[in-house]
Antibody, heavy 117, light 107 residues
Framework: EVKLVESGGGLVQPGRSLKLSCAAS????????MGWVRQAPGKGLEWIGE????????NYTPSLKDKFTISRDNAQNTLYLQMSKLGSEDTAIYYC??????????WGQGVMVTVSS | DIQMTQSPASLSASLGETVSIECLAS??????LAWYQQKPGKSPQLLIY???SLQDGVPSRFSGSGSGTQYSLKINSLESEDAATYFC?????????FGGGTKLELK
């Protein structure tokens, strides 16, 4: 069974940084692109970016490229999202998602990040 | 960026009815479109990929169609468990973009 479990969320002050993790199991992690998507409260979904199998290619949505960094550790079957200079607009549920040949087929349950003083 | 315009934003239908949800892309996305179902407090679940391919385990009352810039999700014979928010995703061109979502309510 494919499982993606995000962690590392919580309350963070504006301007601070936070690193999210996504632990993968039930599939061969190093065979897949992986990505992050977020959903602000009551809003739609926003794709953040994706990383390929060996971390040689990372694509970001342009508006987030300077503050978010995606990485992975294939030995630990874990995907990461490093977020910096956080603002209230970054308050959202953050999901990790697996990307198969066609689309994003499995998503984690999400982790809440609240940016507030 | 490719804009995805999804309609309607909300929908109310009765059990057993058939409904359709549309996504219009701002340019040709060459069938690189997926549909997801999301229930409150849950993660999105893939229903349809590549415009019309049914994901394993998804009931056959869900179907997708379309080409070019226009795509639709059809749900036949609505069941109570279909109450959810549905949204489309284009993964033809970076950055991937989502439709705004359709909230389906069962009467």
């Amino acid at each position: 069974e494919v499982k993606l479990v995000e962690s590392g969320g919580g309350l963070v002050q504006p301007g601070r940084s936070l690193k999210l993790s996504c632990a993968a199991s039930g599939f061969s992690f190093n065979d897949y692109w992986m990505g992050w998507v977020r959903q602000a409260p009551g809003k739609g979904l926003e794709w953040i970016g994706e990383i390929n199998q060996d971390s040689s290619t990372i694509n970001y949505t342009p508006s987030l490229k300077d503050k978010f960094t995606i990485s992975r550790d294939n030995a630990q079957n874990t995907l990461y999202l490093q977020m910096s200079k956080l603002g209230s607009e970054d308050t959202a549920i953050y999901y990790c998602a697996r990307a198969d040949i066609y689309t994003r087929d499995y998503w984690g349950q999400g982790v809440m990040v609240t940016v507030s003083s | 960026d490719i804009q995805m315009t999804q309609s309607p934003a909300s929908l109310s239908a009765s059990l057993g009815e058939t409904v359709s949800i549309e996504c219009l892309a701002s340019e040709d996305i060459y069938n690189n479109l997926a549909w997801y179902q999301q229930k409150p407090g849950k993660s999105p679940q893939l229903l349809i990929y590549y415009a019309s391919s049914l994901q394993d385990g998804v009931p056959s009352r869900f179907s997708g169609s379309g080409s070019g810039t226009q795509y639709s999700l059809k749900i036949n014979s609505l069941e109570s468990e279909d109450a959810a928010t549905y949204f489309c995703l284009q993964d033809s061109e970076y950055p991937w973009t989502f439709g705004g979502g359709t909230k389906l309510e069962l009467k």
